[in-house]
Nanobody
Framework: QVQLVESGGGLVQPGGSLRLSCATS????????IGWFRQAPGKDREGVAC????????YYKDSVKGRFTISRDNAENTIYLQMNSLNPEDAALYYC??????????????????????WGQGTQVNVTS
């Protein structure tokens, strides 16, 4: 059974940093792509970053390139999202999600959220002074 549990959210001032964690179980990271999504009140859920578990290729939303980094720790079965230079527009509920990489390996970008069939419960990120 695929399970994803996010943690690491919180309140940070503009310009600050947070590292989100997505603890995974029930599957091998080598066989999946893991995405980070976010949803702010009144807005659609959007893809922020994605990593291919086998190739380790990474993909980012344009507005976070150079500020966010997605990475994986095989030993810990955990995916991280390091977020630097945060601004109020980054405030949202952040989710990690998993999809069998066979369905998205040809996308070479953050797949649409409809591809992902397993989701965590989310962790809240607030950016305010």
């Amino acid at each position: 059974q695929v399970q994803l549990v996010e943690s690491g959210g919180g309140l940070v001032q503009p310009g600050g940093s947070l590292r989100l964690s997505c603890a995974t179980s029930g599957f091998s990271l080598e066989d999946y792509a893991i995405g980070w999504f976010r949803q702010a009140p009144g807005k659609d859920r959007e893809g922020v970053a994605c990593i291919d578990g086998r190739t380790k290729s990474t993909y980012y939303k344009d507005s976070v390139k150079g500020r966010f980094t997605i990475s994986r720790d095989n030993a810990e079965n955990t995916i991280y999202l390091q977020m630097n230079s945060l601004n109020p527009e980054d405030a949202a509920l952040y989710y990690c999600a998993a999809v069998d990489r066979r369905w998205v390996q040809a996308v070479h970008a953050i797949p649409e959220r409809t591809y992902f069939d397993s989701w965590g419960q989310g962790t809240q990120v607030n950016v305010t002074s």
